[in-house]
């Protein structure tokens, strides 16, 4: 049976999600801007899913707006912030392991005069807040700083980003990409103090093609989509309903968070002890990091070839994230690990449904690995 153990670049469909989907497919397909019966049947079905993701998240409904996912809920968010702000300053901080669809944001913004401040983070992979707080200042427009790092699973002191802020005096928004926290910690995001704030819908089971994107109330930023003003105008064009109500579905399913949060830490030390005994096995996540990722390197061998072992007796890990497949890990890089480290990286990424016996089985073929790639 397969063991897949690559939840941070996506996660099975939840069967609620499936039969929500299908329902919407089948019984409720009209087009929610509609004013006849099946139109309106579809709103309502629209507005319930705004109202299940602001309860995960504890903001107000009219607080949530659905995207295509986590990627277009982060260029929304800078572009938008940016452009509405942009009389007011020129400085952007962000970190130095920001997830791609950040960093090519921040890295477009470059090319048109802003000045973006990527601080370093420290062997754990987190940003030092006493580094933000020397950089914030009366021309910081925006701050945008991920919640859990997706390769290491490092989680950010986002809570004190508005101290810093308000402290400096500064006009800066505050972004939160929370991809990677959504569903797997507690979230609130009045107590997080962020002004936006981006989450998926199949990181945590539901289909692909659908997220959402936290805005404060309050908060304006301008829409980088012309059209015909769904979603308030921020994110025009014909909701994907489908995708939005499975997204809802599988949302839904989020409960005893902390409950799951300790299981997940049972199961991660357990696996973690596991790979301590193996020849060559360093662990690259630190202690304090999100439990649902494991990143560790087997010294001498590069991840492609362990990657390939592990897959050919259907155990699916990764070496980093999926959406910066080819590339040497900047998450890594930037946490100071050797190249050597870096190029044997593997990530293990668990979900809520995985067990104690498949990790052990993992860790033995890993141990099988070692001994058997390093024959060749």
């Known amino acids: 049976m397969a063991i897949y153990l690559d939840n941070s670049a996506t996660t099975p469909l939840c069967e609620s999600a499936k039969k929500k989907i299908a329902y919407m497919l089948d019984e409720c397909w009209a087009n929610p801007s509609s004013i006849h019966h099946l139109g309106v049947r579809a709103k309502d079905e629209l507005d319930n899913a705004r109202k299940i993701i602001a309860e995960k998240i504890s903001a107000r409904e009219d607080e949530v707006y659905f995207t295509s996912g986590g990627t277009e809920s982060n260029n929304i968010a800078i572009f938008g912030a940016v452009q509405k702000l942009r009389k007011r300053g020129n400085k952007i901080i962000t970190s130095s392991v920001e997830h791609p669809s950040v960093e090519n944001c921040m890295k477009a913004l470059e090319t048109q005069g802003f000045n973006v401040v990527r601080l370093p983070v420290d062997k754990s992979g987190k940003i030092n807040i006493q580094d933000l707080?020397?950089?914030?200042?009366?021309?910081?427009?925006?701050?945008?700083?991920?919640?859990?790092?997706?390769?290491?699973?490092?989680?950010?002191?986002?809570?004190?980003?508005?101290?810093?802020?308000?402290?400096?005096?500064?006009?800066?928004?505050?972004?939160?990409?929370?991809?990677?926290?959504?569903?797997?910690?507690?979230?609130?995001?009045?107590?997080?103090?962020?002004?936006?704030?981006?989450?998926?819908?199949?990181?945590?089971?539901?289909?692909?093609?659908?997220?959402?994107?936290?805005?404060?109330?309050?908060?304006?930023?301008?829409?980088?989509?012309?059209?015909?003003?769904?979603?308030?105008?921020?994110?025009?064009?014909?909701?994907?309903?489908?995708?939005?109500?499975?997204?809802?579905?599988?949302?839904?399913?989020?409960?005893?968070?902390?409950?799951?949060?300790?299981?997940?830490?049972?199961?991660?030390?357990?696996?973690?002890?596991?790979?301590?005994?193996?020849?060559?096995?360093?662990?690259?996540?630190?202690?304090?990091?999100l439990p649902y990722i494991v990143n560790f390197s087997v010294v001498g061998i590069p991840s492609q070839p362990m990657i390939n072992f592990l897959s050919e007796r259907e155990i699916y890990v990764s070496g980093g994230s999926a959406c910066a497949k080819g590339h040497r890990s900047t998450a890594l890089v930037n946490a100071g690990l050797t190249p050597e480290r870096i190029d044997s990286a593997i990530r293990v990424s668990l979900s809520k449904y995985n067990t104690v016996e498949e990790l052990e089985l993992t860790a033995e073929n890993i141990a099988l690995a070692v001994k058997m790639l390093r024959r060749v």
């Open 133 to 289: 707080i020397k950089e914030v200042d009366e021309k910081t427009i925006l701050v945008s700083i991920m919640f859990v790092n997706n390769e290491s699973g490092a989680i950010n002191p986002i809570q004190l980003i508005r101290k810093a802020v308000l402290m400096k005096n500064s006009p800066a928004l505050i972004h939160c990409d929370a991809v990677q926290a959504f569903g797997k910690m507690p979230i609130k995001v009045q107590k997080l103090g962020v002004d936006l704030m981006s989450i998926s819908s199949h990181k945590i089971h539901g289909p692909k093609g659908a997220g959402a994107l936290f805005v404060r109330k309050g908060v304006n930023i301008v829409s980088p989509v012309s059209g015909g003003g769904q979603e308030k105008g921020l994110r025009s064009g014909t909701e994907a309903m489908p995708a939005i109500c499975g997204f809802a579905a599988a949302a839904e399913e989020i409960t005893e968070i902390e409950k799951n949060l300790e299981n997940v830490k049972f199961l991660r030390d357990n696996f973690v002890e596991k790979l301590k005994s193996i020849d060559s096995v360093v662990i690259n996540s630190a202690h304090d990091a």
